[in-house]
């Protein structure tokens, strides 16, 4: 297997030289003897587990936006106890800002800081969602403004 790399950077003191290099890394790979499986094989396994899912076609979200918050609503179709919001594009929310999460019947809401950085509205909050137990998913909430 061959792994490479275009890799850029910049060495600067009082003034600043730019530096590029292709590397290439080849690795063996040989086949194991059947039935030993390598004992970093439960870890991969469990590392897949924990990547986050799509989000089931039956939830529904939506993301609202003022001047200094967004409200997230997701119904998953039962109450919901604990959720936290990790976006995928920067200068969304407050990262470091508490995240106010509310349980209802079917789903939940969360409060998220606006960040001073988020100069328009997006037409979709992306993300990852996590709820009580671990679980992440994938979301997409269409956004809608208010005043």
Not at 42 to 60: E, H, T, V
Not at 86 to 101: D, M, R, S, V, W
Request: proline share 8%.
């Amino acid at each position: 297997m061959q792994l490479s790399a275009t890799v850029n950077w910049l060495v600067c003191r009082e003034i600043c030289v730019p530096g590029r290099a292709a590397l290439v890394l080849t690795l063996p790979i040989r086949k194991g003897t059947a039935g030993s499986a390598s004992p970093l094989h439960s870890l991969f396994g469990q590392a897949r587990a924990d990547l986050p899912r799509r989000a089931p076609n039956s939830w529904k979200m939506t993301a609202d936006l003022d001047k200094h918050w967004w409200v997230l609503n997701v119904e998953t179709g039962k109450r919901e106890t604990e959720a936290t919001f990790f976006p995928l594009e920067p200068n969304q929310i407050e990262n470091a800002a508490p995240q106010k999460a509310s349980a209802f019947p079917r789903g939940i809401r969360i409060e998220l800081q606006r960040s001073d950085q988020l100069l328009k509205s997006p037409p979709r909050l992306r993300g990852v969602l996590v709820l009580a137990g671990g679980q992440g998913y994938l979301i997409e909430a269409p956004v809608t403004t208010s005043k």
